[in-house]
């Protein structure tokens, strides 16, 4: 898969590209990322990019020309029209579906406002706009970074372990289980307990008993009561198993208690 983006600040885009999972996909080819210079796409000598507002008012505007000049250069090097989205935050709200619904595509153009945004005339031209919340940014660069990033743990071979993505939080509709890693047990922070192990800073005991069907068990009965204490919302469209369903009627039966 290959992500172009289009910014006026090509090396935060590009510093944020290099950690992790993402610059190692880029490095071994899994992943291609292009950072466009939006001021490459000038033709004035001062390269500007902005102007005032027509109808007048405080902010500036990027202006249409040099996005539709990237635009073009990016379909010439691709040989095709890309998929163009839009940064804003009056966009289709990114959500792990809609992650899911981008990864479908070979190639996606992600263009970064700044200032008012872009003028509006370049809408002419975009596919999809997507916001990532609804707050407003200073520019889309951030959320352009968060769409690659999300998009791209979905590409096989992006994440080293494809289950670790099955399992993330969202992917089947509910939150992920609690992780713990060595030491089994750590000292308890509490004033005037210096030395003492209090029982929250010890490994739940099942994950050492090595029983594999325990484990699986305890694991889906923690996703479960995680997401029916903190997002009840996404029970509503998850894809439960029959014993995610048995556990979860245990869990609001006690609930009730
Ligand atoms: N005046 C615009 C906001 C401009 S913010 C409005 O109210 O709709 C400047 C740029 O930051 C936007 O063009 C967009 O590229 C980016 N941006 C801001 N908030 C964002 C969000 N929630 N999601 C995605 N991009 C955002």
């Not at 804003?88 to 595509?105: D, H, I």
């Not at 970064?112 to 919340?133: A, F, M, N, T």
């Not at 096989?156 to 993505?165: I, N």
């Amino acid at each position: 898969m290959r992500f172009d983006i289009v910014t006026i600040f090509p090396a935060m885009v590009e510093d944020g590209l290099r950690a992790g999972v993402v610059g190692r996909a880029i490095d071994r080819g899994v992943l291609a990322a292009r950072v466009h210079d939006l001021r490459s796409f000038t033709t004035d000598r001062h390269r500007v990019v902005d102007d005032v507002a027509y109808g007048g008012g405080p902010g500036m505007v990027l202006k249409p020309e040099p996005i539709l000049r990237a635009i073009d250069a990016v379909a010439k090097e691709i040989g095709a029209a890309p998929r163009v989205l839009l940064t804003s935050p009056q966009g289709t709200r990114l959500t792990q579906q809609v992650a899911e619904r981008l990864v479908q595509s070979p190639q996606l153009l992600l263009l970064c406002g700044r200032y008012e945004g872009v003028d509006e005339r370049v809408r002419s031209r975009v596919d999809e706009e997507i916001s990532i919340g609804d707050y407003v940014l200073s520019g889309g660069e951030l959320a352009a970074l968060v769409i690659v990033d999300v998009v791209a743990r979905l590409i096989p071979g992006v994440v080293g372990d494809d289950q670790s993505v099955a399992d993330d939080s969202f992917s089947r509709g509910l939150l992920d289980f609690p992780h713990y890693t060595r030491p089994a047990e750590i000292e308890g922070g509490a004033a005037g307990q210096t030395g003492t192990i209090s029982d929250a800073l010890r490994v739940p005991d099942v994950l050492l008993s090595g029983n594999h069907a325990e484990i699986r068990r305890w694991r889906k009965r923690e996703s479960l009561s995680r997401t029916l204490e903190r997002r009840p919302d996404l029970l509503e469209s998850a894809a439960l198993d029959d014993e995610e369903r048995e556990i979860l009627r245990e869990l609001i039966a006690q609930q009730g208690k």
